[in-house]
């Protein structure tokens, strides 16, 4: 009985909602009145930008595998 | 904590996550304008601290039931870690507001309520520190744990929306509310919040494991 009444609460909790949306239509995407850095897109230079943040994450992903494996290391030594 | 999938799986949703949080086409919306994408970044923090203080209420609950502290190791690190992810998640907002709204901290209510949350996972923190038995710091805290987030949950999403707030999504103004009926921002959203809060886990386990085997160290040098 207790786990239908949880079942039953988590489907009629799909259809709640908080707030009204304001929907985005195609018409945003198209919107060339609101500035973007297009400019910055046309000469490429984002991909420069992409390229500079992937390699921040990376070091840090680096760095955290590291770590990782010296634990790891260091786990079986003193399992030894 | 032998798999090791979820690893590589956090590496490629995070790889996925800069690339096409930078490159996929936004609505343009006014004021928001290209920082629409901070969605992907900023928001993600928030959602992954709190997926991250889930995690250490529910090790805080299991603590207090079994009274082991290798449950409480992850209570704490998952804490500190979802601490860390509240800081970035603050101080990127900070940024975004000092160049949108013109200050670095305005007097809104969801920079309050959040700055507030900080604050009281701060002082968690400082309580465990001030303990020096531990397992009355492991029980104390995760008391704690459980009454911080039970307040944290209203303070960041409920009280905001009920009044005005200038913060995107809250206080019936547009911006993020929108996203909700987007599906394009979506396809980056959820796995860039899927991809952080793995980091999250990842690093916070890795400190896991530290405290574990520091005090099997401990042990082992004790009943020598």
Known sequence: ?????????????????????????????????????????????????????????????????QTDRKISGLEKKYND | MKAYWWKILAILLLAYTIIEGLLIDVPRLPILNETIRGLFFHVTMWFGMLIMLVVAVVYGVRHLRTGSLADDDMAVEFTNGA?????????????????????????????????????????????????????????ISAVYSIFAFAVFIPLIFILPRLTDSLHPGNGGNPGFNAYDMDSNLRKVFYPAIIGWTLLGAWISTVRVRIRRLERNLEDKLINQ
């Open chain 1, 1 to 65: 009985m207790k786990k239908f009444i949880i079942i039953f609460l988590f489907f009629i909790s799909f259809f709640v909602k908080a707030q009204d949306k304001i929907g985005i239509t195609e018409e945003d995407y198209q919107n060339s009145g609101v500035e973007m850095a297009d400019k910055m897109r046309s000469e490429g230079k984002i991909y420069v930008l992409v390229s500079i943040i992937g390699i921040v994450l990376g070091g840090i992903l680096v760095y955290v595998i």
């Open chain 2, 83 to 139: 601490i860390l992810f509240g800081v970035i998640g603050i101080t990127t907002g900070m940024v975004w507001a000092k160049f949108t709204w013109g200050d670095f901290w305005t007097n809104d209510p969801k920079l309050n309520a959040s700055a507030i949350g900080l604050l009281m996972y701060f002082a968690y923190l400082v309580l465990r520190n001030s303990l020096t038995d531990v397992y009355q710091r492991a029980k």
